[in-house]
């Protein structure tokens, strides 16, 4: 299915800081923001359920120069490294992505592939999954657009603008090698196994402006109409030459024997190299999880905390219960911010570091693939040998001239098939060692960059931890307070009680004393004793009391 539109496609260029001095993107996937995967629907065709999106590819923004007065809209970014493209949009399920990837190894070996999203027998048609999974497969397409060694492939282009019908040849055209199926269209693709990337790269700008307004009009990419197309004949090799080839690929596998190149001993570093990067971030990787796993234990652990004290507060009357309750609001916060500081650190921390691994894992691929070309370059020269040997031994045998001339035939053709041979083996060794230099460069800056986000990410929880603590302790400082002050109040008012009462005392003391004195002074002078008798003044010592 092909769709053509004139209409504008709304979709905001991501800001970021990679790409070109007028056009910056966060990460290099960016730089193909117009390949969008969207609107997933499932279908249902008897026992067989699947899932389709909509794989669209517009024209990138365009914003027209001083100097130009066209307004036909059909500008480009200074900068941009894709030609301006008309409209398209397709529908396809997640076996069609697997077919790109794929043919993508067979036809440029030695590329490190982007990641596909993993396959998944439960839950595969929850809204969640198949959320998730669109933005895998997105971010995936929009990988294979920016690789230097993919995005002028003929795999791509038939997965982003063929229609049903020929799309579907593609797939199940089985036995046909990369080379044979580019023959699809003499007019628009190349033949050969590596056309170099500028004739490439133009034919497919040539191809983006087709006559067609929209350049899918009728054809997709310069492919015949349905109807028309002209399908290559396979060169599959015959069944009974597959099976010796196999037999003798093996034999060289177990002998060890393999062609030795100037290479060779630079690829065994980087084996190392790569075996020893997927160990440590394993490790790192392992810890991350961990670390994710125990943040939202912190959260569940903050939940039931806070639920606790709610209940506590709510037995509790008065100022006592109203700050106990405010913990457990606290409490119920703190746990909301870890649980999704747990989720962000899972994907911008754990997620990136998983898909490194898998990075890592097409690395070690296309240093298999390179080992197989090496192995069938090995397996030619052999063949070769044996072959010279066979017809050595015809040329001294008299009589024999007419298996000498097919022992010829078949020299010749092992020695056309050996240097084939050998140019892809050289071929995919450069290609591998560009990669792995990409590769090394790109993962000092996804490295750096994933850190910084874990970095940033920290000091921004920590800053909401700290605020929700900051935000209740005045809270608990002003019922302290509040209680404090009542207490001091009621420690004065007895005090002033006390004093009241001493002095109540005194004054009935001197009182009652002063009455005593008189009375005896009156004793005193009935039985005439005041001059023998001297009776001490006790005012002084109450008024001491």
């Known amino acids: 299915m092909v769709a053509t539109s004139n209409s504008s496609y709304s979709h905001d260029k991501p800001s970021s800081t990679f790409g070109t001095s007028t056009t910056t993107f966060h990460r290099p996937e960016d730089a193909a923001y117009f390949i969008t995967v969207t609107d997933p629907v499932q279908h249902s065709e008897g026992m067989n359920k699947y899932t389709s999106y909509r794989v669209q590819v517009r024209p990138p923004n365009s914003k027209p120069t001083n100097n130009n007065n066209d307004n036909s809209g059909n500008h480009q970014h200074e900068g941009d490294i894709f030609p301006s493209t008309g409209y398209s949009a397709v529908l396809r399920r997640y076996s069609d992505f697997v077919w790109l990837h794929s043919t993508l190894q067979k036809e440029r070996a030695g590329a490190i592939l982007p990641p596909l999203p993993e396959k998944q027998a439960v839950s595969r048609f929850s809204l969640s999954f198949i959320e998730e999974r669109r933005g895998l497969l997105e971010r995936f397409l929009r990988r294979v657009a920016v690789h230097p060694e993919l995005y ?18 593609a797939k199940n055209s089985k036995g046909m090698t990369p080379s044979s199926s580019s023959s699809l269209s003499s007019s628009s693709y190349h033949h050969g196994y590596d056309v170099p990337p500028n004739n490439m790269a133009s034919s497919i700008s040539a191809q983006y402006h087709h006559s067609s307004p929209y350049g899918v009009a009728g054809s997709v990419m310069g492919l015949p109409p ?75 652990g903050l939940f039931e905390f806070g639920i606790a004290f709610n209940i506590l507060g709510q037995s509790e009357a008065d100022d006592l219960g109203k700050a106990l309750s405010q913990m457990g609001a606290a409490a119920d916060e703190l746990s909301i911010v870890s649980l999704a500081h747990s989720e962000k650190e899972m994907l911008q921390f754990e997620e990136p570091l998983k898909d490194y691994l898998k990075t890592i894992q097409s690395v070690k691929a296309a240093l298999q693939k390179r080992h197989e070309k090496r192995l069938s370059y090995t397996t030619c020269l052999s063949e070769v040998n044996t072959k010279r040997t066979n017809l050595a031994k015809l040329r001294a045998t008299p009589g024999a001239e007419a298996k000498t001339y097919g022992a010829e035939m078949s020299l010749r053709r092992g020695e056309a098939a ?48 700290e605020q929700v603590w900051a935000d209740l302790l005045p809270k608990l400082e002003a019922i302290q307070t509040l209680h404090g002050d009542d207490v001091d109040s009621a420690n004065i008012a007895t005090n002033n009680n006390e004093k009241d009462e001493v002095h109540d005392f005194s004054t009935r003391s001197q009182v009652a004393v002063g009455d005593i004195t008189a009375h005896q002074r009156q004793q005193k002078n009935m039985f005439g004793l005041e001059s023998s008798i001297q009776y001490r003044d006790t005012t002084d010592i109450v008024s001491g009391m």
Do not use: C, H
């Open 226 to 300: 349905q109807g028309g197309m002209m399908m290559a004949s396979p060169l599959s090799p015959r069944k009974k030459e597959g099976i010796k080839k196999w037999f003798a690929e093996t034999k060289t596998s177990i002998s060890g024997e393999l062609v030795r190149s100037p290479d060779d001993d630079l690829f065994v570093e980087i084996e190392r190299y790569v075996e020893g990067l997927e160990k440590q971030i394993k490790q790192v990787q392992s810890q991350a999880s961990s670390l994710v796993k125990k943040n939202k234990e912190i959260a569940n």
């Open 152 to 169: 002028d492939s003929v795999a791509l282009d038939t997965f982003l603008r063929a229609d049903d019908a020929t799309f579907f040849a």
């Open 418 to 465: 050996t240097n084939s041979a050998r140019d892809e083996f050289a071929t995919v060794s450069q290609r591998v060692l560009r990669e792995v230099d990409r590769f090394k460069r790109e993962k000092g800056d996804e490295m750096r960059r994933v850190i910084l986000d874990y970095i940033n990410l920290q000091i921004e929880y920590n800053k909401k931890m």
